[in-house]
């Protein structure tokens, strides 16, 4: 039998509900990963902050961030929003459905993206390095950071010309390397517990390898998805 109030409506199953809001929960899939990613830096940056705003027993490791303390704290702040505020900016149907928001958190990126960059270019410059931390790290440290600063200064200007496409490229490529801490993160993990901490050339590759998956999959999304 068949009842009367389905005549003429179309078939509605768990398959059509779930097709129905597939789109909208995909379309958060990348954004709540890329946050995902940026909880062990930004979970580490916090715990520094608090290091040095509680007065916390002054060490080798930290002694710099006590001697100069305002590079460390607008790095930590600004890279903090700018992994986690930027992320939001890839779930492509909220920005579709609320460009003011887009533009107004862009405005709020561009600085904080900048910023982070070259604070991390002066504390590399400036602080005394760490001990294990060679030339090569230091080299590592000085183009990546380098590279986010242009990026982020090449999508700015693209979007200024209008050209859409171009600034959405050199923005992913910046965040791409602004969350670069995340990746590096994992990529510890296996050397750590199969030879414990790294120091000196391997924590350099260790390093430079977290900041090339992130590039490497930047540049598969721009070519292989639309934004």
């Known amino acids: 039998m068949t009842d009367e109030n389905t005549v003429g409506r179309p078939p509605t ?21 890329l946050i995902m990613l940026s909880a062990v830096p930004v ?3 916090a715990a520094r902050l608090t290091e040095l705003s509680g007065g916390a027993a002054i060490t080798p490791e930290n002694a710099r961030y006590f001697a100069v303390p305002l590079p460390v704290v607008l790095h930590i702040v600004s890279a903090s929003l700018y ?8 779930a492509r149907g ?4 609320r460009p003011r928001w887009h533009r107004a958190a862009g405005r709020l990126l561009v600085p904080c993206g900048i910023a982070a960059g070259l604070t991390g270019l002066w504390m590399t410059l400036f602080y005394p390095r760490p001990e294990g931390d060679g030339d090569l790290l ?7 950071g380098t590279a986010m600063v ?26 791409a390397i602004g969350v670069g801490a995340g990746t590096q993160a994992l990529v510890h993990v296996p050397w750590v517990l199969v030879a414990g901490t790294p120091v000196g050339v ?12 992130n590039l490497a999959v930047a540049e598969w999304v721009i070519r292989r998805r639309p934004f």
């Open 150 to 175: 242009v990026f982020i200064a090449l999508g700015l200007a693209a979007i200024r010309r209008r050209d859409v496409a171009r600034h959405r490229a050199w923005m992913t490529r910046g965040y």
């Open 202 to 213: 391997p924590r350099a590759l260790l390093l430079g390898a977290g900041w090339m998956i």
């Open 83 to 90: 992994s986690v505020l930027g992320a939001l900016q890839f």
């Open 13 to 33: 199953d768990d398959r059509d509900r779930a097709g129905t809001a597939s789109p909208t929960k995909a379309g958060w899939v990348v954004p709540t990963a």
């Open 138 to 144: 230091a080299g590592l440290r000085l183009l990546f």
């Open 94 to 97: 909220f920005r579709r459905r």
């Open 43 to 45: 979970v580490a940056g």
